[in-house]
């Protein structure tokens, strides 16, 4: 079993920054890639960004790319998002979530082997 526990989520103005976290683990944690979803009121789970276990292949979704950047620091098993000139459409309970044997694909919510709880984010006008 592999936990995630997801924390950095606030309240923040438009144009602001957040920086998301989320640490991983349990009895034997090796994730491969590890991903960010959201989810916002009345909408289904979409993807947001994606990085490969070496650190060196990132994916964004149109909607955050070059605003949005995330990392990962496997001596730690944590994976951040950092947040920049964030929108009020990006209000949302943001979802990290881990692979456990690699996968080509990982963009989609089916790619992924565990989630977190989620972290509110919330961008005001």
């Known amino acids: 079993q592999v936990q995630l526990v997801e924390s950095g989520g606030g309240l923040v103005s438009a144009g602001g920054s957040l920086r998301l976290s989320c640490a991983a683990s349990?009895?034997?944690?090796?994730?491969?890639?590890m991903g960010w979803f959201r989810q916002a009121p009345g909408k289904t789970r979409e993807f947001v960004a994606a990085?490969?276990?070496?650190?060196?292949?990132?994916y964004y979704s149109d909607s955050v790319k070059g605003r949005f950047t995330i990392s990962r620091d496997n001596a730690k098993n944590t994976v951040h998002l950092q947040m920049n000139s964030l929108k009020p459409e990006d209000t949302a309970v943001y979802y990290c979530?881990?692979?456990?044997?690699?996968?080509?694909?990982?963009?989609?919510?089916?790619?992924?082997?565990?989630w977190g709880q989620g972290t509110q984010v919330t961008v005001s006008s």
């Open positions: 990085i490969r276990r070496n650190g060196g292949t990132t």
């Open positions: 349990g009895r034997t944690v090796i994730t491969y890639s």
């Open positions: 979530a881990a692979q456990t044997y690699a996968r080509t694909r990982v963009t989609s919510r089916n790619d992924y082997d565990y």
